[in-house]
């Protein structure tokens, strides 16, 4: 059986302009099981020159595609990984976008890429990079530029990567043969020669680094003035297996069983179950070959027939293995083969935050606050990921024997930008979340951001008194009027240590109202960490109780005065 080859090369010069601007990769795995299963990529991004950080929109466009791509479960189809990694991509850009004054500035750059899996080219674009084929001399243009045209013949993109918040991006794919010829390019090489002249180019009987390098010397010889790349490769050899049928054999497979101490699953022992319930199954297993031992999560058979199910388990992984964080738990490539359904995480030992906070009521401040913050470093490398946890509490959130602190759990996290909509947090009366999620999710909005934020202080409150802010009737809660009639219950009651600018921040981290919440995490954690002076100040409600009771002093002060004045008027005048 054959293997899939490329002869590749690229260039990517600044040309005649001060910068580069551009990006370019060619990626192959070294990995046999990686090139079998996710294949070759060859990608091109264009920073626009009319954008401040072009040069740092198109290095992050090209570099978290590539390690993204290469870390999606093995079950999604090329065209599901590359559009969930786009949209992602694509909606870190236009945030930062923002942070220009105009919104013609920012974080943007062109996009176009080949992922060849199998025999068949995937390609996704966006902006007016271009990516060509050529077979047997005949040269096609496979994108369309993403541009529109005004007066005088000029033009302007219309389309990018980080120009809006919804991305609409090109997908397709081609079936490949052997001697096939493949151009990614970027505008500074394909506006300055004809179709004509890269065929000429492409079909040259020359070395591929050859090709690269004359596509770059003619445009520079035809006058080009912008930033110059070319990703050139020649397809040698392809496999014998077809994609659809392998594709279809790895959306296909099945549940594991029950697994017991002993059992061996695709070069895996299993050596003990660690946690079983209604929706999924943990094991401690041991590489055979390597010795290593992970932690084994294996879907419940109850959802075999699931499909919503399935793909919430597989996306689980996807966002594990994205995230690199020391508190979040680490989950594994998969290197070998699989028959059944499962990933990796890395193995721990110890016990939850819940058990923890039961085990130490009204802890040191000093390790208290060492355990918020290092969940809020965890929380933020997720929402560096776009990805929202909605479900963190503290049965979430593992301390090992070693005293570090992990988020454990991916189930309910929703990333933005791959979701057509938002579906809000489902929870199940057996999780006994709803007093430590948001609200907002619970009544089916999305909060965004600040949904982390309310559990992560709703979290903070219980660790520092044992209690939750709106007491345990907060759990029964359904509606917008019954949220309203709970009131926060001061922190310093339960725990006399707690300053009142410490309870003040905790207090406005869980208000129910996004608007009068904190917006982000870090701006949480530094009024924990740091006495805000507003929050030294005296209370307002207690200001405009003290003042409204004095206005009514006085008021009753003064008609009494006038009550004994005209007493004694009338009391003169007889």
Same mark, same amino acid.
């Not at 995937?122 to 050529?134: C, M, T």
């Not at 659809?244 to 059992?263: I, N, V």
């Given at each position: 059986?054959?293997?899939?080859?490329?002869?590749?090369?690229?260039?990517?010069?600044?040309?005649?302009?001060?910068?580069?601007?551009?990006?370019?990769?060619?990626?192959?795995?070294?990995?046999?099981?990686?090139?079998?299963?996710?294949?070759?990529?060859?990608?091109?991004?264009?920073?626009?020159?009319?954008?401040?950080?072009?040069?740092?929109?198109?290095?992050?466009?090209?570099?978290?595609?590539?390690?993204?791509?290469?870390?999606?479960?093995?079950?999604?189809?090329?065209?599901?990984?590359?559009?969930?990694?786009?949209?992602?991509?694509?909606?870190?850009?236009?945030?930062?976008?923002?942070?220009?004054?105009?919104?013609?500035?920012?974080?943007?750059?062109?996009?176009?890429?080949?992922? +060849?899996? /199998? *025999?068949?080219?995937?390609?996704?674009?966006? @902006?007016?990079?271009?990516?060509? #084929?050529?077979?047997? =001399? &005949?040269?096609?243009?496979?994108?369309?530029?993403?541009?529109?045209?005004? +007066?005088? /013949? *000029?033009?302007?993109?219309?389309?990018?990567? @980080?120009?809006?918040?919804?991305? #609409?991006?090109?997908? =397709? &794919?081609?079936?490949?043969?052997?001697?096939?010829?493949?151009?990614?390019?970027?505008? /500074?090489?394909?506006?300055?020669?004809?179709?004509?002249?890269?065929?000429?180019?492409?079909?040259?009987?020359?070395?591929?680094?050859?090709?690269?390098?004359?596509?770059?010397?003619?445009?520079?010889?035809?006058?080009?003035?912008?930033?110059?790349?070319?990703?050139?490769?020649?397809?040698?050899?392809?496999?014998?297996?077809?994609?659809?049928?392998?594709?279809?054999?790895?959306?296909?497979?099945?549940?594991?069983?029950?697994?017991?101490?002993?059992?061996?699953?695709?070069?895996?022992?299993?050596?003990?179950?660690?946690?079983?319930?209604?929706?999924?199954?943990?094991?401690?297993?041991?590489?055979?070959?390597?010795?290593?031992?992970?932690?084994?999560?294996?879907?419940?058979?109850?959802?075999?027939?699931?499909?919503?199910?399935?793909?919430?388990?597989?996306?689980?992984?996807?966002?594990?293995?994205?995230?690199?964080?020391?508190?979040?738990?680490?989950?594994?490539?998969?290197?070998?083969?699989?028959?059944?359904?499962?990933?990796?995480?890395?193995?721990?030992?110890?016990?939850?935050?819940?058990?923890?906070?039961?085990?130490?009521?009204?802890?040191?401040?000093?390790?208290?606050?060492?355990?918020?913050?290092?969940?809020?470093?965890?929380?933020?490398?997720?929402?560096?990921?776009?990805?929202?946890?909605?479900?963190?509490?503290?049965?979430?959130?593992?301390?090992?024997?070693?005293?570090?602190?992990?988020?454990?759990?991916?189930?309910?996290?929703?990333?933005?930008?791959?979701?057509?909509?938002?579906?809000?947090?489902?929870?199940?009366?057996?999780?006994?979340?709803?007093?430590?999620?948001?609200?907002?999710?619970?009544?089916?909005?999305?909060?965004?951001?600040?949904?982390?934020?309310?559990?992560?202080?709703?979290?903070?409150?219980?660790?520092?008194?044992?209690?939750?802010?709106?007491?345990?009737?907060?759990?029964?809660?359904?509606?917008?009027?019954?949220?309203?009639?709970?009131?926060?219950?001061?922190?310093?009651?339960?725990?006399?240590?707690?300053?009142?600018?410490?309870?003040?921040?905790?207090?406005?981290?869980?208000?129910?109202?996004?608007?009068?919440?904190?917006?982000n995490i870090p701006n949480l954690l530094f009024d924990l960490t740091h006495p805000n002076p507003d929050f030294l100040k005296e209370d307002p409600k207690v200001e405009q109780k003290t003042s409204t009771l004095l206005f009514w002093k006085l008021v009753s002060s003064f008609w009494f005065i006038t009550f004994l004045l005209v007493i004694y008027l009338f009391s003169q005048a007889d």
């Open positions: 059986m054959g293997s899939l080859q490329l002869d590749t090369a690229l260039c990517s010069i600044q040309g005649r302009k001060s910068d580069n601007e551009d990006y370019a990769i060619v990626e192959v795995p070294a990995d046999d099981y990686l090139l079998s299963n996710k294949g070759i990529t060859l990608a091109v991004a264009d920073g626009v020159s009319s954008a401040e950080a072009g040069k740092e929109a198109s290095f992050t466009a090209i570099t978290c595609f590539a390690n993204d791509y290469y870390n999606t479960p093995d079950t999604w189809s090329v065209s599901q990984c590359g559009e969930k990694i786009l949209s992602t991509i694509n909606l870190k850009l236009y945030r930062k976008s923002h942070e220009f004054a105009t919104e013609s500035k920012g974080y943007l750059c062109t996009f176009s890429a080949i992922v +060849i899996k /199998g *025999k068949t080219a995937h390609f996704f674009h966006v @902006g007016d990079s271009r990516i060509y #084929h050529l077979r047997a =001399g &005949k040269l096609a243009q496979i994108t369309r530029d993403h541009t529109a045209t005004i +007066i005088d /013949g *000029k033009s302007f993109l219309a389309r990018a990567l @980080g120009m809006d918040n919804r991305l #609409h991006v090109d997908y =397709g &794919k081609i079936s490949l043969e052997e001697g096939d010829r493949l151009l990614v390019s970027s505008d /500074g090489i394909h506006d300055f020669l004809s179709e004509d002249e890269i065929t000429a180019n492409l079909s040259s009987n020359v070395s591929v680094d050859d090709i690269a390098d004359s596509l770059k010397t003619n445009a520079l010889n035809n006058d080009s003035d912008d930033n110059i790349s070319a990703v050139v490769a020649i397809v040698t050899e392809l496999p014998e297996e077809s994609l659809d049928d392998y594709s279809t054999k790895l959306t296909r497979l099945p549940f594991p069983p029950s697994l017991s101490a002993g059992m061996k699953i695709d070069g895996y022992h299993v050596e003990a179950e660690v946690f079983a319930s209604s929706r999924s199954q943990l094991y401690r297993v041991r590489d055979m070959e390597t010795g290593e031992i992970f932690a084994m999560k294996t879907p419940s058979r109850n959802f075999e027939d699931d499909i919503s199910y399935i793909d919430r388990f597989i996306q689980e992984e996807w966002i594990g293995s994205r995230i690199h964080n020391p508190h979040v738990v680490a989950v594994f490539r998969q290197t070998k083969p699989r028959t059944f359904l499962y990933y990796l995480m890395e193995y721990l030992e110890g016990f939850g935050l819940d058990s923890w906070i039961q085990q130490h009521p009204l802890p040191s401040p000093k390790k208290a606050i060492s355990i918020i913050k290092d969940v809020a470093e965890g929380l933020q490398a997720f929402h560096d990921n776009e990805a929202i946890h909605q479900d963190i509490k503290p049965a979430n959130i593992f301390i090992t024997n070693k005293g570090d602190v992990k988020i454990v759990d991916f189930g309910s996290v929703f990333v933005a930008g791959i979701a057509e909509q938002y579906r809000p947090l489902e929870i199940d009366s057996a999780l006994g979340t709803a007093g430590y999620s948001d609200p907002q999710y619970l009544m089916g909005h999305n909060a965004g951001l600040q949904g982390d934020v309310y559990s992560l202080a709703t979290i903070t409150y219980e660790v520092f008194t044992g209690k939750l802010p709106y007491g345990d009737k907060v759990e029964n809660c359904t509606t917008a009027f019954e949220y309203d009639r709970l009131r926060y219950q001061k922190a310093s009651l339960f725990n006399p240590v707690i300053p009142e600018w410490f309870d003040r921040a905790l207090e406005k981290g869980v208000k129910f109202d996004p608007e009068q919440r904190y917006s």
